[in-house]
T-cell receptor, first 113, second 116 residues
């Protein structure tokens, strides 16, 4: 069974700092990996999607990397802002015909002004 | 506007009273899925559907049913709800066509369910 772990569980940083969130998965046979943010009491907003054949994706201040062989993905946030405060989730889609999805445990980020 | 809609958004019910949470997407996506989110347990997949009339169990399917008779709709059915099904439920869809959004999951706003 695929297990997806995110470290750290919570992170507090001053505004302007660059930061890295980690996502580890146990089964490297993945279809893709997606990063989301979730604000309190709200739904999920897609940030970045990395296909299994890709190494990284970028969107604005966000950069996500994927290393299937080591079972790791990182989300890099540059020049953090208070508006980045949210819970960040990674989701792994299994490869093969079934394409089940496993979510990570999440990292709660607080950016202090 | 491309979106996934869920109804109702909030629901309070009693043990044993059958209920249905509807989910609809307007993006012509083949793949649809239901999740529940619980504190300390995160998001867990209940059921998913690869296409019309094709459904399969996720990690926590017990106590739930689904059907996929039309491509755009994927209702979640609780035949006999119990208090341990109190949770926040999300529906999601994902396309398999090529393009920039290939494989991206889009989530509905969530349905908060309380079973007394």
């Amino acid at each position: 069974k695929q297990e997806v772990t995110q470290i750290p569980a919570a992170l507090s940083v001053p505004e302007g700092e660059n930061l890295v969130l980690n996502c580890s998965f146990t089964d490297s046979a993945i279809y893709n990996l997606q990063w989301f943010r979730q604000d309190p009491g709200k739904g999920l907003t897609s940030l970045l999607l990395i296909q299994s054949s890709q190494r990284e994706q970028t969107s604005g201040r966000l950069n996500a990397s994927l290393d299937k062989s080591s079972g790791r993905s990182t989300l890099y946030i540059a020049a953090s802002q208070p508006g980045d405060s949210a819970t960040y989730l990674c989701a792994v889609v299994y490869s093969g015909g079934y394409q089940k999805v496993t979510f990570g445990t999440g990292t709660k980020l607080q950016v202090i002004p | 506007e491309a979106q996934v809609t869920q109804n109702p958004r909030y629901l309070i019910t009693v043990t044993g009273k059958k209920l249905t949470v509807t989910c609809s997407q307007n993006m012509n996506h083949e793949y649809m899925s239901w999740y529940r989110q619980d504190p300390g347990l995160g998001l867990r997949q209940i059921y998913y559907s690869m296409n019309v009339e094709v459904t399969d169990k996720g990690d926590v399917p017990e106590g739930y049913k689904v059907s996929r008779k039309e491509k755009r709709n994927f209702p979640l059915i609780l035949e006999s709800p119990s208090p341990n099904q109190t949770s926040l439920y999300f529906c999601a869809s994902r396309g398999s066509n090529s393009g920039l959004t290939f494989g991206t999951q889009y989530f509905g706003p969530g349905t908060r369910l309380l079973v007394l």
